[in-house]
């Protein structure tokens, strides 16, 4: 079977040498030129680049960036994350649906936009924002949206609306990622050291990993280097896509040279000549930014062939796009998406370090970790180990969000007490704060005496806050939701558990729960915590374990007791349809 | 000592798990000694006459009928059992469930091969029949259960150890063979 369109396929197969490794890239050029990807481009691409056609299909039905249908010419996606509809989200969502005339998942009838929904973009500090066509718009209000659709209607720039606007929001400079840099200062103080070397200035400052894990970043490169192979690579995880996460933005706006320099120091660290950083789909609109820096960066010697004038080393970036899944931030999913596949995550051991990309030694490290090494090189691994407390040395990145005056980056040194935190950001009358995004804690006003770091209350950066008059145990729901929506499906407890609890939970909020149901909440979240097969499962049901210890009270209001009847069982409505279909009367139903 | 009172009901299910408990054989005889019955398809009485301590619930629950005896049950009896698959998920009958009921009766009743001819059929709306629910539910989704037995039907053996061990309060040992389905 042959299309119009096979040509346009062969070409753009071609232009990444009909590599199925590049199956991402080349799926959202297809995108990009035939709007979505039907069946009958999955066959003509698997018969192009000679795979089966499920690897292609596979892989495209796995990423939301990747539609099956048609869509209309302009996309909308708002973001409608737990953040978001605490800033008043809904009545964004519902002014689009007025001025469209169409719910969320439909396009209007003369196929100029298509309405989704999406999770956090890294916008929460500016929230409620969308991405129209990916270019996000920020701080949206319910009475800008008509207006919107008609400057789009009328052929403006989505980049030229007044809304295109994302602040930085850095509000607290610290002196390891936001001090000033000598490009390339750094690199040169590695190159005059031995690999091993380097190594050993990083363990000297006890830098563990920011993305999450906290794993020591010395030791992961040491696990690299010392695998035999001739060939090993470094990624740079800048994926952040856990809710209420978007410091890695700012880092990459403000300081891009500062993460380049600390993905070339990693490379030569490890022996690494290719460096890949996995850059989240949403924020594409980063990405001719960070192109240029590299483009500098080749041309100051300080990326590409014989680095610094050294023959013995050479090593260069590339960047690949996500296209919207969280669980790629996960680092064997992401080398799976890396090579062209669906982002499930991979059995281990083996672990990246041993078999990653394209099955040879990978480190991947996220983007605040690689700053860190960068100013580590330049600045001593015995300064960098003063600064923070005894396990987590350094300072951290933190994303402030929610209800305070001043949501933002901070860049605050580790130990820092949550009551510290609040004060700096301006957030009163707290009830909770959640600490880590949707997989983290949520943390009760006896514990904000705690301190972040990797000892006490370790974060990737996410920071959520609550105020007294928020209705805490709806957003607990928001985060669970979000885990049903990006579960892989890989393995049972994950998949099916996830539902569970959403289920679960719904009805002990709607006040339908009864001790019973409540035990089965709390048994569920244990299961899906110990039997899932990777971190987003494991760590999924922690919004629900930690409120049901340390927000009893909030659960106990809604649990009734009625002899035995379970509530969530309503005859009436089970009738319904009998006795419509069959069009007879009984008495007492409506 | 008055004997304790068990109560059995069949819901939508084949009556296979009630053959079960017949299949009790001989120990029929024993089960008289031990308990007195009250509401029973086993022996036809029709309303709950006293207080009862183990209910026994074959079957899901499909129509109105079925849910308010559940409920009755659920009001008379200190314990509740649910036996078999059909009780425990909706079992066979609950196949139904992964087509709309609207759709179930229009082909079964209007447009189905075996209507005679064109409008002549009518969904069957005499009052006297309960009514179909939206769909096929296990017990405890309608009622609170207490104790579930599977198999379809669970052994005569498990029941009937079942039974004895709540009636005598003890733990209940089944063996692997008596609860393994594959
Ligand atoms: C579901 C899931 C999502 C993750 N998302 C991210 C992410 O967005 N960015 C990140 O750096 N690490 C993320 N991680 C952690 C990575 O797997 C990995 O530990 C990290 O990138 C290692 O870098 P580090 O040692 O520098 O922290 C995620 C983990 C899981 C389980
Ligand atoms: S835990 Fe969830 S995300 Fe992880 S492998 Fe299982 S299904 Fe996939
Ligand atoms: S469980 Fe099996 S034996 Fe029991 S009623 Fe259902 S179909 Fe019949
Ligand atoms: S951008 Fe919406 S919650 Fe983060």
């Known amino acids: 079977m042959t299309h119009h369109y096979r040509e346009q396929i062969k070409n753009i197969a071609n232009k990444y040498g009909n590599d199925r490794g590049y199956l991402m890239n080349i799926a959202r050029d297809i995108v990009k030129e035939l709007g979505y990807i039907s069946e009958e481009v999955v066959a003509d691409l698997a018969d192009v680049l000679n795979i089966p056609m499920v690897q292609v299909r596979d892989m495209v039905s796995f990423y939301s960036f990747f539609p099956r249908k048609t869509l209309g010419k302009n996309v909308i996606r708002v973001c409608n994350a737990v953040i978001e509809r605490m800033k008043g989200a809904d009545e964004v969502s519902k002014a689009f649906e007025k001025a469209l005339g169409v719910s969320f998942g439909e396009t209007t009838k003369d196929n100029l936009f298509t309405l989704l929904h999406t999770s956090c973009i890294g916008l929460s500090d500016q929230a409620p924002g969308a991405l129209i066509n990916n270019v996000p718009l920020t701080n949206l209000k319910p009475t800008d949206i008509p207006q919107i659709i008609n400057d789009i209607k009328s052929g403006k720039n989505v980049s030229d609306l007044p809304q295109s606007r994302v602040l930085l929001n850095l509000k607290k400079e610290g002196e390891v990622i936001c001090a000033p840099m000598e490009s390339g200062k750094a690199i040169r103080n590695a190159l005059n050291m031995k690999p091993e070397e380097v190594i050993g200035e990083i363990n000297k400052s006890r830098l563990r990993g920011r993305g999450g894990a906290g794993f020591p970043t010395a030791m992961k ?18 994926d952040e896509g856990e809710p209420g996460t978007f410091k890695d933005r700012v880092i990459l706006t403000e300081y891009p040279d500062l993460v380049f320099e600390g993905m070339t120091i990693a490379g030569y660290a490890i022996g690494a000549k290719e460096g890949i950083m996995y850059l989240r789909g949403e924020y594409a609109y980063l990405l001719d930014n960070l192109e240029k820096v590299l483009a500098k960066r080749r041309h100051l010697g300080l990326l590409g062939e014989h680095i610094c004038g050294r023959e013995d080393f050479s090593f260069d970036i590339r960047i690949q796009l996500g296209a919207g899944a969280y669980v790629c931030g996960e680092e064997s999913a992401l080398i799976e998406s890396l090579e062209g596949k669906r982002g499930a995550p991979r059995d281990r051991p083996p672990f990246p370090v041993q078999k990653g990309y394209k099955n040879e030694p990978t480190s991947v490290n996220n983007v605040e970790t690689l700053c860190c090494a960068a100013r580590i090189l330049e600045k001593g691994g015995e300064w960098f180990s003063k600064i923070g407390t005894k396990d987590s040395t350094g300072t951290k990145m933190l994303s402030v969000s929610g209800d305070c005056e ?46 972040i770091s990797f000892e006490d209350l370790p974060t990737g950066g996410s920071i959520m806050i ?10 607990m729901y928001q985060f669970v939701e979000f885990f049903v929506e990006e579960s892989c499906g890989w393995c049972v407890p994950c998949r099916a558990g996830t539902t569970l609890l959403e289920k679960k939970l719904r009805q002990i909020l709607d006040g339908k729960g009864t001790a019973q149901s409540l035990a089965e909440l709390r048994r569920i979240a244990q299961t899906i915590k110990l039997m899932s097969r990777c971190g ?6 922690n919004p629900v374990l930690t409120t049901i210890y340390d927000f009893a009270d909030l659960y106990a209001e809604r649990i009734k007791e009625e002899d035995g009847k379970l509530m969530t069982f309503d005859l009436q409505k089970a009738m319904k349809v009998g006795i419509e279909a069959s069009g007879r009367i009984k008495e007492g139903v409506k | 000592m008055s004997k304790p009172v068990v109560a059995t009901a069949h819901f939508t299910g084949c009556f296979g798990c009630h053959m079960s408990i017949l299949d009790i054989d001989e120990r029929i005889l024993d089960l008289v000694e031990l308990v007195e019955f009250n509401k029973s398809p086993i022996n036809d009485i029709k309303n709950f006459t006293k207080p009862v301590d183990i209910g026994i619930i074959e079957g899901g629950i499909s129509n109105d009928e079925n849910a308010e005896i559940l409920m009755e049950f659920r009001k008379h009896c200190k314990i509740l059992v649910a036996i078999g698959a059909c009780a425990l998920t909706g079992g066979v009958p609950s196949m139904r469930n992964l087509v709309p009921l609207k759709e179930c009766l229009e082909e079964a009743y209007l447009n189905g091969p075996t209507v005679k001819s064109e409008n002549t ?14 769909k096929v539910y296990p017990c405890h989704e309608v009622v609170k259960i207490d104790y579930f037995l599977p198999g379809c039907p669970p052994t005569a053996d498990t029941i009937w150890n079942a039974l004895v061990a709540l009636l005598k309060g003890e733990p209940l040992n089944l063996d692997y063979e008596l609860i393994k389905y594959d």
């Open chain 1, 221 to 238: 490169w040491d696990f690299c280097r010392k695998q035999k192979s001739s060939v090993r690579y470094l990624i740079c995880n800048a």
């Open chain 1, 406 to 451: 001043h949501p933002g980056v901070y860049e605050v040194e580790y130990g820092i007490t949550i009551e510290n935190l609040l004060e700096l950001v301006g957030a009163k009358n707290t009830q909770a704060v959640q600490v880590g995004g949707a997989s983290g804690k949520c943390v009760a006003p006896k514990d904000f005496g705690r301190r």
């Open chain 1, 466 to 475: 609550f105020s007294k008059n928020r209705d805490l145990l709806e957003y």
């Open chain 1, 536 to 541: 987003l499962g494991q760590t999924s049901a």
């Open chain 2, 121 to 134: 059929g009518i969904i069957p709306n005499d009052p006297d029949i309960p009514v179909l629910l939206d």
